[in-house]
């Protein structure tokens, strides 16, 4: 900012943005600038960018957090997925612990069963459940696994996929991050 010899101060426009964030109640009128249509250009460019922030801030008003947000979605989108009602009443952790045959199977389904259950996620395994069996039942194929889903000990149980990760020492962190 530099101010002539009459007192006038003179606003370049890179210091335009910094002046109006720190102070909004700036009166734009009394702001002399060296470029009027980089000044115009500025305020336009602020005006978009504060028209975005009264909107975020609507939205942070809404909900505390984002993930209380993602939070809220995905429990309303879990309750409305398809899904017959025997597989909803299905125990999917005792359905899973059945299919265990050895004392570390059983604890790696234990331990998968609790990241799954602090997410919130066992209605997950109980669509997947439905879906396989959906897939059997019309003879429909489906690929042996990929990504990180390999990870999984219950979704292998369940058959989503055919990699036994208990056999290949895979880390259930790598899918449940």
């Not at 002539?4 to 335009?16: A, E, Q, R």
């Not at 964030?21 to 009394?30: G, K």
């Not at 115009?40 to 993930?67: A, C, G, P, R």
Request: charged content about 25%; some cysteine.
């Amino acid at each position: 900012m530099e101010i002539d010899p009459f007192g006038v101060s003179h606003i370049m426009s890179d210091d335009l943005c910094d002046i109006i964030y720190t102070n909004p109640r700036v009166n734009l009128a009394d702001v002399q600038v060296d470029d009027p249509e980089t000044f115009n250009q500025s305020v336009k460019q602020l005006y978009y960018e504060h028209s975005l922030l009264e909107k975020y801030h609507q939205f942070q008003s809404d909900y505390q957090t984002i993930e209380e947000k993602i939070a809220d979605f995905d429990k309303q989108k879990q309750d409305s997925w398809f899904m017959p009602q025997e597989y909803k009443d299905l125990d999917i952790a005792k359905w899973l612990l059945d299919q265990c045959k050895t004392e570390d199977e059983m604890q790696r389904v234990g331990q998968e069963l609790l990241m799954f259950q602090d997410r919130d996620m066992l209605i997950v395994l109980q669509f997947m459940k439905y879906l396989v069996d959906t897939f059997r039942k019309h003879n429909v194929v489906w690929g042996v696994g990929r990504g990180s889903s390999t990870a999984s000990y219950c979704l292998y149980l369940i058959g989503i996929h055919k990699i036994n990760s208990l056999y290949y020492d895979l880390d259930i962190t790598d899918f449940l991050k």
